[in-house]
């Protein structure tokens, strides 16, 4: 046999993977695990979204200019307070619109704050519906703001 040896040539091991690429299973979990976070986000963004929506159609059903209409807006801002701002729930009077309109970029004054103030209490026929128009509006700006 003929010599062959200066004819071979060194075994060159392969270089070393630092990063090995991720099998379908754990391409798969990541995909899961995103799914599952996004989903719980988007859970609460619509729970979050469906309250300012409920507040809203209480607000359209309360659209009559009189003072069951004004008690019922003032109901609704409650209710709002009790879940959002629970130090807000035994204010009444002036602290309670100064509360609001410290919480809210447009200001409620004169006849439509204090119709949030007195419907339980006046007489039909004193406030013009204007002032339940403003009140209304203001409410509306209000939970857009703070729900």
């Not at 469906?50 to 209409?69: C, F, G, M, P, V």
């Not at 410290?102 to 039909?124: D, M, N, R, T």
Request: hydrophobic content about 45%; charged content about 25%; aromatic content about 12%.
């Amino acid at each position: 046999m003929e010599n062959n040896l200066p004819l071979l040539r060194d075994i060159h091991l392969p270089t070393e993977i630092t990063m090995f690429p991720l099998g379908y299973w754990w391409i798969v979990l990541i995909a899961i695990i995103i799914a599952v976070i996004a989903g719980y986000k988007l859970f609460l963004w619509g729970r979050k979204k469906s309250k300012k929506r409920y507040a809203l159609r209480l607000l359209q059903k309360a659209k009559n200019n009189d003072l069951k209409s004004a008690c019922e807006i003032s109901n609704i801002l409650r209710r709002i307070c009790l879940y959002k701002y629970p130090e807000a729930k035994a204010l009444y009077n002036r602290p309670w619109i100064d509360f609001l309109n410290e919480h809210c970029s447009q200001k409620l004054e004169g006849k439509a704050a204090e119709l949030l103030i007195y419907a339980p209490y006046a007489v039909e026929n004193v406030y013009l519906p204007q002032d339940y128009d403003s009140l209304r509006s203001f409410c509306k700006l209000w939970i857009g703001e703070n729900l």
